[in-house]
């Protein structure tokens, strides 16, 4: 079973910036697409950016774009959201999510993923 862990999450001001992890384990992560997604109090969770398996395919929410990047490094088994500029509206709880069915292709819809970490919350305080 995968399982993934996220870390870096907390509160910032509005401008800042912080680098959210995830770890996995039990699977092979370099076969994986890989993404986060957030989730607001009273809102549906929605994508903020997917990166595939080998890496060379990136995509990214129009919200986040140019602010967000979004990496992977194999080796670690880890996948990172660099997030620069917060705003308050970033303010939400994020999860990473694993796709093993579809390597090379980055999904923006809850239900392409097949594992979910526990999420860490992001506060960016205006």
């Known amino acids: 079973q995968v399982q993934l862990v996220e870390s870096g999450g907390g509160l910032v001001q509005a401008g800042g910036s912080l680098r959210l992890s995830c770890a996995a384990s039990?699977?092979?992560?370099?076969?994986?697409?890989m993404g986060w997604f957030r989730q607001a109090p009273g809102k549906e969770r929605e994508f903020v950016a997917g990166?595939?398996?080998?890496?060379?395919?990136?995509y990214y929410a129009d919200s986040v774009k140019g602010r967000f990047t979004i990496s992977r490094d194999n080796a670690k088994n880890t996948v990172y959201l660099q997030m620069n500029s917060l705003k308050p509206e970033d303010t939400a709880v994020y999860y990473c999510?694993?796709?093993?069915?579809?390597?090379?292709?980055?999904?923006?819809?809850?239900?392409?993923?097949?594992?979910w970490g526990q999420g860490t919350q992001v506060t960016v305080s205006s």
């Open positions: 999510a694993a796709d093993r069915d579809r390597p090379l292709v980055v999904g923006t819809t809850t239900w392409r993923y097949d594992y």
């Open positions: 039990g699977g092979t992560f370099s076969r994986y697409t």
């Open positions: 990166i595939s398996s080998n890496g060379r395919s990136i």
